[in-house]
């Protein structure tokens, strides 16, 4: 069963916007992670957020992370036509076993 | 460096075939996963190894068989495919400590059951 729920399911924007995937989320966590899917690939691990850490930071990429509201958001800056793909987060239950679970997806296209 | 390698790409089944999907890793990880993927579904967990010589199910075990083969090889065996069973399958593996947290993908097997 899914944990983590990506919203929105599709996000159409500009190269050069921002774009910003939210992920919701049941169980309390030991960490979240996102990943990205380019077409007819696997997945890529992006960045991982632990449970004790508000923000995060990689390059281009911003994470935040809420567990008062169980829910994080990957922020994506200055998109690039290269960043089109579908972004998922994973979260690891706290005191669970070490496998995360994946959510759906947001699909992200950028348009140049 | 290949990381996590899967075969075959493609494959076609009719009902009732058998087949076994090969996934190899070359990072010295000690745990391997096998996953699903279908539209509108995000990836489930079929079954996964923590180590050489346990396996375990997931979430969706039924249909499915695997054998840890050693550190590097884990397949993932359909005895008797159904259509239900079309679907994109990766395998992925993580290391120890920390590092089993981070999971690294094959690029993927796509199946379809006739």
């Known amino acids: 069963s899914q944990q983590g729920e990506e919203d929105p399911q599709a996000l159409s924007i500009q190269e050069g916007e921002n774009a910003t995937m939210n992920c919701s989320y049941k169980?309390?966590?030991?960490?979240l992670q996102w990943y990205r899917q380019n077409s007819g690939r696997g997945l890529v691990h992006l960045i991982l957020?632990?449970?004790?850490?508000r923000e995060k930071h990689s390059g281009r990429l911003r994470v935040t992370l809420d567990t008062s509201k169980k829910s994080s958001s990957l922020l994506i800056t200055a998109s690039r036509a290269a960043d089109t793909a579908s972004y998922f987060c994973?979260?690891?239950?706290?005191?669970?076993?070490?496998?995360?679970?994946f959510g759906r997806g947001t699909s992200l296209i950028v348009h140049p | 460096n290949a990381g996590v390698t899967q075969t075959p790409k493609f494959q076609v089944l009719k009902t009732g075939q058998s087949m076994t999907l090969q996934c190899a890793q070359d990072?010295?990880?000690?745990?391997m996963y096998w996953y699903r993927q279908d539209p509108g579904m995000g990836l489930r967990l079929i079954y996964y190894?923590?180590?050489?010589?346990?396996?375990d199910k997931g979430e969706v075990p039924n249909g499915y068989n695997v054998s840890r083969l050693n550190k590097r090889e884990f397949s993932l065996r359909l005895e008797s495919a159904a259509p239900s069973q079309t679907s994109v399958y990766f395998c992925?593996?993580?290391?120890?400590?920390?590092?089993?947290?981070?999971?690294?993908f094959g690029s993927g097997t796509q199946l379809s059951v006739l």
């Open positions: 992925a593996s993580s290391g120890s400590g920390t590092g089993r947290e981070k999971l690294f």
């Open positions: 169980t309390s966590i030991n960490n």
């Open positions: 957020i632990r449970s004790n850490e």
């Open positions: 994973a979260t690891l239950a706290e005191g669970g076993s070490y496998i995360p679970t």
């Open positions: 990072m010295n990880h000690n745990s």
């Open positions: 190894s923590a180590s050489e010589g346990t396996t």
